[in-house]
């Protein structure tokens, strides 16, 4: 379980406290608080896409009926691909990452204190803590995107970290800085390697210690570079798809990066539909519910599930920030 909080008039701006509270209930969570400026929602550990503000508001403006899923709306944009190299000795402490370039984007009012909250609280739920996914946030401004990115581990290293004022060694950074203290364990390894992402001038950050105060991100800051590591290849690909999708929501553009693993490249985000098709009467058989196809794809379209009929069955469409 995890709380979120948002104020009250960021909700009312998509739609009534009285109607959030309903379909809050709806949706099986729970208000945890509410006073007249904030609402606190209780978050099942089964869908970390509602941590995020525009997770939420989304999953509720489609139970609602006010929003139409669209298996189209989660679309890349084409263009420079950056590249990402994946260093041999990563693979002995946090093998996996995905990433993605986000442009035109807004991080006025609370946008900004959203978006850190959702990757915080995802990477201490879902990540367990930091240890199986953690995430960073950069100005792409201020990064040599063009001659391409290291995402390596070495025994020394330096870097400015988030509020420090001048560069200090990867030792010093976990012995002395506060995130360092916290969550060095993480990474604790015999060989004494340390995660980084670098590009052809300065580390951007430990991983997944803390970021740089070179790349710091800031209200006015209208690109990023996203990047998610971990320990799981899969749960890192799923969370940069719901952030793909959060940050679309928000009205901004995302393009992909490929991840330059040894054997082959992969390309990160990959926020498209899954298929999948219900047999209507194997539902009726396990629930004692008869549903007829339309009423099927009317409830799944709820759920964020484009529908079409198939046959005498219906074809659902899963979209990519739903991973439970």
């Known amino acids: 379980m995890a709380i979120v909080t948002f104020e009250l008039s960021d909700v009312e701006k998509r739609i009534s406290k009285d109607a959030f509270i309903q379909?809050?209930?709806?949706?099986?969570m729970e208000i945890e608080g509410s006073t007249d400026k904030h609402m606190s929602i209780d978050i099942t550990p089964n869908r970390p896409d509602l941590l995020d503000f525009n997770g939420l508001m989304r999953a509720l403006l489609l139970i609602s009926g006010k929003l139409k899923p669209d298996k189209d709306a989660y679309k890349l944009k084409e263009g420079v691909t950056p590249h990402i190299k994946v260093s041999k000795d990563v693979k002995k402490v946090r093998p996996y990452i995905a990433a993605m370039v986000v442009r035109k984007l807004d991080l006025s009012g609370n946008k900004l204190k959203y978006l850190i909250d959702f990757s915080e609280k995802l990477s201490d739920t879902y990540g367990r803590k930091r240890r199986k996914l953690a995430l960073g946030m950069h100005d792409?401004?201020?990064?040599d995107i063009d001659n391409g990115l290291t995402y390596g581990a070495a025994s020394e290293g330096k870097m400015i970290p988030l509020d420090g004022t001048r560069e200090i060694s990867f030792a010093e950074t976990l012995k002395?800085?506060?995130?360092?203290?916290?969550?060095g364990h993480v990474i604790s390894?015999?060989?004494?390697?340390?995660p980084y992402l670098a590009d052809s001038k300065n580390v951007l950050s430990i991983i997944p210690i803390i970021n740089s105060e070179t790349t710091r991100v800031t209200e006015s800051t209208a690109s990023l570079l996203v990047d998610i590591t971990g320990t799981d290849l899969n749960t890192v690909n799923d969370t940069a798809n719901i952030f793909a999708c959060s940050f679309i929501d928000m009205g901004a553009e995302v393009y992909p990066c490929s991840i330059d693993y040894e054997k082959e490249p992969i390309q990160t985000p990959n926020p498209t539909y899954r298929e999948l098709r219900l047999r209507l009467y194997k539902i009726e058989a396990a629930l004692g519910i008869n549903l007829d196809n339309v009423s099927a794809i009317t409830l799944g379209e709820a759920m964020g599930y484009p529908g079409a009929q198939y046959g005498n069955s219906v074809l659902l469409y899963l979209p990519p920030y739903r991973v439970d």
Do not use: C, M, P
């Not at 379909?23 to 099986?28: C, K, P, Q, S, Y």
């Not at 390894?189 to 340390?194: I, M, S």
């Open 23 to 28: 379909l809050i209930e709806r949706l099986g």
């Open 189 to 194: 390894n015999k060989a004494g390697l340390v």
């Open 140 to 143: 792409l401004d201020k990064i």
């Open 176 to 183: 002395e800085n506060s995130k360092g203290i916290a969550y």
